[in-house]
Nanobody, 126 residues
Framework: QVQLVESGGGLVQAGGSLRLSCAASGRTFSSYAMGWFRQAPGKEREFVAT????????YYADSVKGRFTISRDNAKNTVYLQMNSLKPEDTAVYYCAAARGPYYSTRTGDNGLDAWGQGTLVTISS
């Protein structure tokens, strides 16, 4: 099973940018679709973005569409989340997750995910 470690979180002013990284262990990273999720204080975890195992297909939550970009480098076993035009409501712990197979469907919820990272905190100040 793949193991995931996120990095890149921090404190940024509204309007700024951050890039999160999620490094995966193991030689089967390209066998997984990947996703980013987030959990704000006092709220349930929510879906942010997903990318197919080949990287040719992406899907975003409406709340981040046009501002966030998910990408992956299978040679480096890493998935990224570039976050631009950040808003205070983007403040959350961000988690990456892996779903075995070519795509992750949000309809499967947590049942479709095989591994989670420990999370990285993103704080956006107004």
């Amino acid at each position: 099973q793949v193991q995931l470690v996120e990095s890149g979180g921090g404190l940024v002013q509204a309007g700024g940018s951050l890039r999160l990284s999620c490094a995966a262990s193991g030689r089967t990273f390209s066998s997984y679709a990947m996703g980013w999720f987030r959990q704000a204080p006092g709220k349930e975890r929510e879906f942010v973005a997903t990318i197919s195992w080949s990287g040719d297909s992406t899907y975003y939550a409406d709340s981040v569409k046009g501002r966030f970009t998910i990408s992956r480098d299978n040679a480096k076993n890493t998935v990224y989340l570039q976050m631009n035009s950040l808003k205070p409501e983007d403040t959350a712990v961000y988690y990456c997750a892996a779903a075995r197979g070519p795509y992750y469907s949000t309809r499967t919820g947590d049942n479709g995910l095989d591994a989670w990272g420990q999370g990285t905190l993103v704080t956006i100040s107004s």
